[in-house]
């Protein structure tokens, strides 16, 4: 049984950073794609960011363009841990941030369908204040 768990959000102030953590398990494979998504209160589910993995190695990083220069998406293969650092965190970054994970190849053009994930985690609550 694919289980995703987050950790990592909080409170913090303008400017500040967080580094969100997604430990993945009951899940191996070499070709997969991960992502981070949010939710804001009363808003659509949004993609941050993938990483698309094709025999163990990433092969394809994708930002969504509200954090693009401000989020860096990794993942260590050994701790099956996807990360999410975030910098310069804003107010407009609030929201409940959710793991993803699909076994399918995703690109450019699909990474941020919700529609394409079969496993997600239960999320972490970032908020930013002013």
């Known amino acids: 049984q694919v289980q995703l768990v987050e950790s990592g959000g909080g409170s913090v102030q303008a400017g500040g950073s967080l580094r969100l953590s997604c430990v993945a398990s009951?899940?191996?494979?070499?070709?997969?794609?991960m992502a981070w998504f949010r939710q804001a209160s009363g808003k659509e589910r949004e993609g941050v960011a993938g990483?698309?993995?094709?025999?163990?190695?990433?092969?394809?990083?994708y930002y969504g363009d509200s954090v693009k220069g401000r989020v860096t998406i990794s993942r260590d293969n050994a701790k099956n841990i996807l990360y999410l650092q975030m910098n310069s965190l804003k107010p407009e970054d609030t929201a409940m941030y959710f793991c993803?994970?699909?076994?399918?190849?995703?690109?450019?053009?699909?990474?941020?369908?919700?529609?394409?994930?079969?496993?997600w985690g239960q999320g972490t609550q970032v908020t930013v204040s002013s």
């Open positions: 993803a994970l699909t076994p399918r190849a995703l690109w450019d053009s699909t990474w941020r369908g919700t529609e394409n994930y079969a496993y």
């Open positions: 009951g899940y191996s494979s070499y070709g997969y794609f």
């Open positions: 990483i698309r993995i094709d025999g163990g190695r990433s092969t394809g990083l």
